[in-house]
């Protein structure tokens, strides 16, 4: 489900432009835009209300809450923020039922036997959001995941376009 553009839109929407950083999340409205940088093994998720153009975004770092000794940013872990995003959609007027979402990252960013999945950080969090988001119902309406080359993404609220773009190999995806 990729579609290839050859610029990105320009504006369509654009009140304003969140950022979040690592372990960060941000819940916007039409017609803002929510953008997250750098993402290698890490998984830049979006949920989204089509309906009432409400979306959440979260850069999730690790795939499992369960792993860590101490839990102290429950958005760092794939398991924890994903549960978190929804409550905080669902608190801000989305269904449940009509959540969407999208998702890029994932990178294999690390030269490791094929031996050690273990340190395959990217597969993993890509295999938790998609496990809880099964769990949860929640259908996955586009992505772009794996390969070893680093993401930014930004997420219009207006259009539910996500747009990726990679530095190496250059390239820009709207899905």
Known sequence: MKAY????????????????????H???????????????????????DPIIKLAG???IMLPSAADAINVTNRF???DTAIEDIIDLLASAG???SRLKAK???????FKTSSLLDIMNVGQ???????????????????????????RSIEFC??????????VVPKSFLSI
């Open 124 to 150: 993993r969090n890509t295999a938790m959001c998609k496990r809880v988001l099964s769990e949860r119902s929640i259908k996955i309406c586009g992505e772009d995941t794996g390969g070893s080359s680093g």
């Open 26 to 48: 941000k819940i916007a409205q039409a017609p803002d835009k929510i953008t997250t940088l750098g993402l290698g093994s890490c998984i830049g998720l979006v949920l989204y």
């Open 94 to 96: 989305a269904a449940q």
């Open 157 to 166: 609220c207006e259009t539910c376009v996500l747009s990726v773009r990679t």
């Open 5 to 24: 553009a050859a610029e990105p839109e320009k504006n369509k929407c654009a009140a304003n432009v969140f950022t979040i950083g690592i372990a960060e």
């Open 57 to 59: 975004m979260v850069h």
């Open 76 to 78: 760092k872990f794939a």
């Open 103 to 109: 998702m890029a990252g994932g990178a294999h960013m």
